[in-house]
């Protein structure tokens, strides 16, 4: 297990990273992935723009405390409080993701027009990587609080 928690911390740190640069200093590559050309109008599109490097800066924080975790990371805490709490919340950060996105994808599935098309290119990716990154972040969580 301690090599599936190291993997997972490092999946994370990636993902974050990912997300940092994607919605930091992508964001006007992310503004066009979200919003159709009809809709790429002022004010909508620099706010949107702008608006999503938040969602960056919320990225980034979770990659710092991703790489904390990982240059920690050691078996003497393996079974802390503060090991699960951390898990969990990496859990809830990828699964928060997922589950915004999900009533949007439901949508699409049932062929409505969707705020932004989540069931394919890189927002399929992203809906999909963060379901298995909630997942796995969850059974770390949930074995860390079983062997407590």
């Not at 702008?50 to 990659?63: E, Q, S």
């Not at 990371?73 to 409080?81: A, F, G, R, T, V």
């Not at 439901?106 to 062929?111: A, F």
Request: charged fraction near 15%.
């Amino acid at each position: 297990m301690h090599y599936f928690i190291l993997l997972i911390l490092s999946l994370n740190v990636l993902w974050f990273s990912m997300g940092f640069r994607f919605f930091c200093f992508k964001s006007e590559s992310t503004t066009k992935m979200l919003l159709s050309k009809e809709h790429r109008i002022e004010p909508f599109y620099s706010i949107i723009t702008h608006a999503v490097k938040f969602i960056g800066a919320f990225n980034l924080a979770f990659a710092m405390l991703s790489v904390i975790c990982l240059v920690k990371y050691h078996y003497p805490i393996l079974d802390s409080d503060w090991n699960i709490a951390l898990f969990f919340v990496f859990f809830m950060a990828h699964f928060g993701q997922f589950w915004v996105n999900l009533p949007i994808a439901l949508k699409e599935k049932r062929k409505m027009q969707p705020l932004w098309p989540v069931l394919k290119g890189r927002m399929y990716f992203i809906f999909k990587t963060d379901l298995v990154l909630a997942v796995c972040n969850l059974i770390i969580s949930v074995y860390l609080f079983g062997i407590k």
